[in-house]
């Protein structure tokens, strides 16, 4: 049986962990070859190991998507290793949140940057690689369609107390994800969104003490309060949190053949809920 995504290259910001990880793997599973990025090197390292393990073709591009010179190591890796770029995951990022009246400027300018600007600097320098691939295919009679898949969350559609910076870039993305869906479908683009709810990660883990996590150079805090946990629990019709897996699940729809005339779209993968 032949493989969903075979010999695709695939690109996932922030694939050491969580989400992100579960996407290379799945990707990986279907055929493709993957550029794992993560800000930490040892899970970055560890996930690409895992990929060769099983017999995937990985390479890792460590450091932030909000580094100046990261868009062009991205992309680059891409180019270097496999010699194509296919489908482009953004999907990195971390919350810090606060009320609006306690949240600093450097709050508010950090989560734009990590969400919403280096999705945009990543795509924009993936456009000439992108149009030279589309060009060529064109000339040999090849009808190759690419993928973006950038990551929202409930947050950015319905909005959320305490996150309007992430709000804010989540619901920006999707701004990005509509306009490029436009630029790019003459180039073979699919560029579509999935915002989730809860999806069971480090970043919302259910816990009764206060626990952070070292993001970027900075102690954030992470997981949500054991009761709020339960209560955003019981607002999900599936009455769950989605694991990583079942997150992936909602990407990869937006990687396979079956979704190439599906484009400008936001998927809500939140286990039935429809507002917050
Ligand atoms: N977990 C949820 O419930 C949920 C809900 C809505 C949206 N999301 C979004 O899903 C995405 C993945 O989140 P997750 O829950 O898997 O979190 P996670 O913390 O488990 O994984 C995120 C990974 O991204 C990496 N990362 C963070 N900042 C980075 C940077 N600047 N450069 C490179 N890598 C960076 C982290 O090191 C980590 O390995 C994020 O965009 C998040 O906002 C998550």
């Known amino acids: ?22 996407v290379a793997l799945k990707l990986a599973s279907e055929g493709a070859r993957v550029v794992v990025n993560d800000l930490d090197e040892a899970p970055a390292r560890e996930v690409v190991d895992e990929l060769r393990a099983g017999g995937s073709e990985a390479v890792a591009c460590v450091g932030s998507v909000t580094a100046p010179d990261f868009p062009e190591r991205f992309v680059g890796a891409a180019t270097q290793a496999f010699g194509g770029l296919d489908i482009v995951v953004n999907n990195a990022g971390y919350v810090w949140d606060g009320v609006i009246q306690k949240m600093t400027d450097e709050q508010w300018a950090t989560i734009l940057d990590v969400h919403l600007g280096a999705p945009f600097r990543i795509l924009r320098a993936a456009q000439p690689v992108i149009r030279a691939l589309a060009r060529a295919d064109a000339e040999q009679g090849r009808r190759v369609v690419r993928k973006v898949v950038n990551i929202s969350s409930v947050a950015g559609v319905f909005g959320n107390a305490g996150q309007a910076n992430y709000a804010a870039a989540k619901a920006g993305i999707i701004g990005v994800t509509r306009t490029l869906a436009k630029e790019w479908g003459r180039l073979a683009v699919t560029v579509n969104c999935v915002a989730f709810g809860l999806i069971s990660t480090r970043l919302v883990v259910s816990t009764a003490e206060k626990v952070s996590a070292h993001i970027d150079g900075r102690d954030i805090p992470v997981g949500v309060n054991a009761e709020l946990f339960d209560a955003m629990k019981r607002s999900i019709p599936l009455g769950r949190a989605g694991t990583p897996e079942e997150a992936a699940g909602a990407v990869y729809l937006f990687c396979i053949p079956e979704s190439d005339y599906v484009s400008g779209q936001t998927l809500l993968c939140t286990g039935g809920l429809t507002g917050i």
């Open 1 to 22: 049986m032949s493989l969903k995504l075979e010999g695709k290259v695939a690109l996932v910001t922030g694939s050491g962990r969580g989400i992100g990880r579960a």
